[in-house]
């Protein structure tokens, strides 16, 4: 339960934040053109506001539906109540600014996010830097998920190209499996060339249960910490300890242990553990389910074992690459889109909603992975104002650019009506995300 909590503040922190990034834009670049801005309001407000404020010609405040915010343009719409005179509405009106005008006030939300994600990239990489194991450096080979298992791969498998291509970095192969077509793989002394057809990648996307494809190095089985009055911590396990044999039963990695305990559940079993060079034996019991109470290191927590590179960056130099992270995110969102229509990999089984959202968030605090989810919402957000549906941001730059190609407006009339489908047809959507994403939620797994 505190888990839940935890990542749904967050989400509401990082939502809220953005919503106000994207509204200060069309906000801000409305004043610079002076146009008037009526409302300003973070989260929706039929009936009642939360809160709510008047400063000068705008009304400030706080709705209280979570699912966006807005600002009211004076102008924008023409069914709007008229107590000025017609020499002041064209002063300070949206329709009377030239359409460039124009159209830099509906793209402001849209820049505004990308110019934030940017600034928190950049920040980041100034502040925590860049720490990465290049692939040459995983002395182990790989070790896999069930997904990983399904398009061929096996742990102990040692990636050697990607789309024929050298990866450099560890942490980079997922990803160019996802938009890759081939993977070349040495197992054991032997080179093998694995296929990832449509068939293949429908396995990434394809499942009702929250998971994701998982590859990391494969790393021994060393104890990072014992859960308290658990059997290993009743038996004497502690931190740093190495598991070398689970009775009989030798191993060298993480990965063999959760199959070797599966077989001896409500069962005492004798674990040989490598102590700072003591070998001992410990008696443990385990429990019905074979859960045995420890964590085992992953490979980031092992820098005696993997050889890693780092680089620090001064804030200059860190803006290159806040250009750069920028991209490959915006990349990324295309390529789900792509697939997302290529219905043979079913990748729309994976749009959600805040509920999918929610889960991207750790159930501890942590403020980098915070901003840098964040930051990656925020292109999210921009890249979805860009589509040319009505009521959107990208709606509105459709209709100002077929007036600038013809030199003729739209009637507004046709625009309103246009806006109000949109609306509607976004609004149903949402629904029906919503209910897709509880029902992921609560379909039962393997069914």
């Known amino acids: ?41 973070l989260f929706f407000d039929p009936w009642f506001s939360i809160f709510k404020k008047k400063i000068g010609d705008t009304i400030y405040g706080i709705g209280w539906i979570p699912l966006g915010g807005y600002v009211k343009i004076s102008g924008m719409m023409t069914n709007e109540e008229r107590d000025y005179s017609e020499k002041e ?34 920040f980041l990489l100034f502040k925590y830097g860049e720490t990465y194991l290049p692939t040459k450096n995983v002395k182990y080979g790989i070790e896999v998920d069930y997904l ?17 291509k050298y990866i450099p970095y560890f942490h980079e192969i997922p990803k160019a499996i996802l938009l890759g077509n081939s993977i070349t793989i040495d197992r054991m002394g032997k080179i093998i060339h694995l296929s990832l057809n449509d068939d293949k990648k429908r396995f990434f996307f394809d499942r009702k249960e929250f998971s994701y494809f998982i590859i990391k190095p494969r790393v021994p089985p060393i104890i990072n910490y014992v859960v308290k009055d658990s059997g290993a911590y009743k038996s004497g396990l502690k931190n740093n300890d190495e598991i070398l044999a689970i009775n009989s039963e030798f191993l060298l990695f993480s990965d063999q242990l959760k199959d070797i305990l599966s077989k001896y559940n409500n069962q005492t079993i004798f674990i ?42 001064s ?19 295309i390529f789900f889109l792509k697939n997302v229509f290529h219905l043979e990999t079913k990748a729309y ?95 039962i797994k393997n069914f």
């Open 148 to 164: 990983g298992k399904k398009i061929g791969l096996r742990n102990g498998d040692n990636i050697l190209l990607v789309n024929g």
């Open 89 to 122: 509405k064209i002063d300070w009106e949206f329709r009377s600014k030239s359409a460039i005008k124009r159209l830099l006030i509906v793209s402001g939300g849209i820049i505004s996010n990308v110019l934030f994600s940017f600034v928190i990239f950049s």
């Open 349 to 443: 089984k994976q749009v959600g909603s805040f509920f999918s959202m929610a889960k991207e968030f750790p159930s501890q605090w942590n403020w980098g992975i915070f901003w840098t989810l964040t930051a990656t919402l925020s292109i999210w957000l921009a890249f979805l104002n860009l589509f040319p549906v009505p009521s959107l941001d990208g709606g509105y730059i459709l209709f100002i650019l077929i007036e600038m190609i013809t030199k003729k407006r739209i009637n507004e009339r046709i625009f309103e009506c246009c806006t109000i489908i949109g609306f509607l047809m976004i609004s149903l959507m949402m629904i029906m995300v919503i209910i897709w994403d509880i029902f992921k939620v609560f379909s």
């Open 1 to 41: 339960m505190t888990s839940i909590f935890v990542r749904s503040i967050q989400l509401l922190l990082s939502i809220s934040i953005l919503i106000l990034i994207h509204e200060l834009g069309h906000f801000l670049l409305s004043k610079a053109f002076k146009v008037r801005v009526e409302r300003f309001f």
């Open 272 to 313: 040989s553990i490598n102590r700072n060079g003591r070998l001992l034996q410990k008696e443990v019991f385990l429990d019905q389910k074979g859960i045995l109470g420890i964590s085992l290191k992953n490979f980031m927590e092992m820098d005696n074992i993997f050889l890693f590179e780092k680089k620090n960056y």
């Open 315 to 333: 804030i200059i130099e860190s803006f290159p690459y806040g250009v750069k992270k920028t991209w490959e995110v915006l990349k990324n969102q």
